[in-house]
Structure formats: C-alpha cells, structure tokens
C-alpha cells in the first residue's frame, strides 16, 4: 500500500497500505466482507503486484495510462508489524516491528527510521496492519460490483491525510485488490495473489537489523 524507489506514497509517506483470504459468505457486500477481513485475519503473507496510474492530459474518457509498476511480497502481523518487500524493479524494504518503522534503500545501503506512532489509524496501511477499529479513523460505504469484484469505498474521516479515498474489492470472500486516490490525480493500484491467512508469524520475523555499512537516517 506503497512506494517505488525514492518514492514511497503509501507505506512510507502514510506510513505508509489487503492481504490474506477471508472466509465471508458470497452474499455478502464489500461493507460486511472489509469488516470481516479486519476482525477475523489477524495475520497474513503472500505477492502483490502493484500500479501507479494517472489520468492522461487532454483525455476526456477517464483513460489512464500507467507510469509505474512494481511487485513483491509481504507479510503482517496486527497490529503495527509488517514486512512490506519489493523485489522489482527494485529492491527495497519497508518493516515495521509495532514501534518503529524502518525503509531500506538496498542500492543506496540507506536505513530511514521513524517512531511508527499513531500514523497507521489514518492511513491506508492502517486496514493492513493496524487495528480492527477501521470505522474509527474512516467513513465507509459500499461501491457495487466490478469486473466480479465487489468494492467498498473508504474515505478517511481526518483532513489532513494523503489520499483522498481507498478502494478495496473482494471476490468470492477474498481480498482481492486495492485502489489509493490521491489528491493530485495519481492512483495506486494493488492486486494479491498466494495469500496465506492467519499463518503464525514469530515476533523474531518483523525484528529490523541494519545492514552493514549503511547510514542510518531519524525521521
């Protein structure tokens, strides 16, 4: 939920973002599935694939064209411990341990560090790793079907946040994908695959130890 090299929208701006498979009944609306999703998986691993997307210039239909692509893996532990690792096109860390978030830039050999805080309750990430409180800190409300996908829109209820609005979609019971709004026109889009739910996930598995030789940054 989520950052390219040098540039990290979700997980490091926001602290940061829809992982794991959930058990949900066909019938139920994106509402009711998101809801479930946040009480019942307490942890989970797996890939995503993730998107950023804007809004060509001069284009009336709404086409969009994609100006950044990127995958990996991760895993979470609620609340406030994940590993969040892209893979490509670079290699890059975000992890969390419930009190620090640390962001590794492999080619730079770079560690940021900051106090992970009360940053996820506004936040995307915050329906990833954070409490099941979402309602709390969101204003959410069902957004229909698309592509088989049913969708629920989250809007969050604080002004000073850095996305507008989050999309999340299920299909069949399952977390499917994520869309992040921006207020400039970007849109970030996650999609999960091989999702693992509720698999145990040792404390030992989110501990940070900085590589050799890098600097370490406070933020």
């Keep these: 939920m989520l950052g390219f090299k040098r540039s990290l929208p979700l997980m490091a ?28 998986v307490k942890s989970a691993r797996g890939d995503f694939e993730q998107k950023q997307v ?7 239909d709404g086409t969009l064209k994609v100006t950044n692509t990127a995958s990996g893996t991760f895993e979470f532990s609620r ?26 830039d492999k080619d730079l050999n770079q560690v940021t560090e900051r106090a992970l805080g009360n940053s996820l309750g506004a936040s995307p990430a915050a329906i ?24 629920v829109e989250l809007r969050p209820k604080a002004q000073d946040t850095q996305f507008q609005r989050v999309g999340i979609g299920f299909r069949d019971g399952n977390l499917a994908a994520m869309e992040l709004y921006d207020a400039f026109g970007n849109v970030t889009l996650l999609t999960f695959s091989n999702m693992q739910k509720n698999p145990s996930l040792p404390a030992d598995n989110f501990k940070f130890t900085v590589p050799k030789g890098a600097d370490v940054i406070k933020g």
Excluded: C
């Excluded at 498979?21 to 994106?30: D, F, N, R, W």
């Excluded at 804007?54 to 009336?60: A, R």
């Excluded at 609340?79 to 590794?104: C, E, I, M, N």
């Design 13 to 40: 701006g926001a602290v940061g973002m829809t992982l794991a498979m959930l058990v949900a009944p066909a019938y139920a609306s994106g509402t009711a599935q998101l809801k479930a999703f946040a009480e019942q």
């Design 54 to 60: 804007k809004q060509q210039q001069g284009q009336q």
């Design 79 to 104: 609340p406030g411990r994940f590993v969040w690792h892209y893979s490509k096109p670079y290699d890059q860390l975000l992890q969390a341990d419930g009190k620090t978030l640390y962001v590794y």
């Design 128 to 151: 990833l790793f954070g409490s099941n409180d979402i309602e709390k800190s969101f204003t959410l409300k069902d957004a229909g079907v698309k592509n088989g996908i049913d969708w």
